[in-house]
T-cell receptor, first 124, second 107 residues
Framework: EVQLVESGGGLVQPGGSLRLSCAASGFTFSSYEMNWVRQAPGKGLEWVSYISSSGSTIYYADSVKGRFTISRDNAKNSLYLQMNSLRAEDTAVYYCARDQSYTSSGYWDAFDIWGQGTMATVSS | DIQMTQSPSSLSASVGDRVTITCRASQSMSSYLNWYQQKPGKAPELLIYAASSLKSGVPSRFSGSGSGTDFTLTISSLQPEDFATYYC?????????FGQGTKLEIK
């Protein structure tokens, strides 16, 4: 079964750090680009970060640039998000999502597999 | 950055109704538009990619159309399991932005 399982969320004080993990199974992890997407309580979806299959290309949302670091270990089938200098507005469920490339009549990307999410709460 | 605007923000409908949700992009982006469904407490699920291509396994009552800046998601005959929140998302360029969501509720 194709699956993504996040872990590492919890309660942290403002200015603190958390490291989220996403364990992949049921597919060749090293062949896929990956993303982190978050959702604040009662709010919509916000894309956070992207990493290419090799890890050589990385992008961030402006809201987390300079504070968050995305990485991956293809040998361990795992994706990570190191979150530093956390703020109250970073409180959210964090999802990892597989980036599927569809190549019918072109080259299209979409997030086809999502994990169940892990909650990060930043509060004193 | 590309801004995505969905309308309406909420919608009440009955089982069997035909409903349409609109998504507008702040700049032209060909057909790089995806639609997701999210139920309370669950992760989003991909319904449609490339504006009009149905993901395998998604019921055919869902359809998408549009290109450039204006896109629509149509559900031809609402089923009880379709009451959820729907998001559009552009995959044309980073940052990959989402619409604010459309909550579809039972009338």
């Amino acid at each position: 079964e194709v699956q993504l399982v996040e872990s590492g969320g919890g309660l942290v004080q403002p200015g603190g750090s958390l490291r989220l993990s996403c364990a992949a199974s049921g597919f060749t992890f090293s062949s896929y680009e990956m993303n982190w997407v978050r959702q604040a309580p009662g709010k919509g979806l916000e894309w956070v970060s992207y990493i290419s299959s090799s890890g050589s290309t990385i992008y961030y949302a402006d809201s987390v640039k300079g504070r968050f670091t995305i990485s991956r270990d293809n040998a361990k089938n795992s994706l990570y998000l190191q979150m530093n200098s956390l703020r109250a507005e970073d409180t959210a469920v964090y999802y990892c999502a597989r980036d599927q490339s569809y190549t019918s009549s072109g080259y299209w990307d979409a997030f086809d597999i999502w994990g169940q999410g892990t909650m990060a709460t930043v509060s004193s | 950055d590309i801004q995505m605007t969905q309308s309406p923000s909420s919608l009440s409908a009955s089982v069997g109704d035909r409903v349409t949700i609109t998504c507008r992009a702040s700049q032209s982006m060909s057909s790089y538009l995806n639609w997701y469904q999210q139920k309370p407490g669950k992760a989003p699920e991909l319904l449609i990619y490339a504006a009009s291509s149905l993901k395998s396994g998604v019921p055919s009552r869902f359809s998408g159309s549009g290109s450039g800046t204006d896109f629509t998601l149509t559900i031809s005959s609402l089923q009880p399991e379709d009451f959820a929140t729907y998001y559009c998302q552009q995959s044309y360029t980073t940052p990959y932005s989402f619409g604010q969501g459309t909550k579809l509720e039972i009338k």
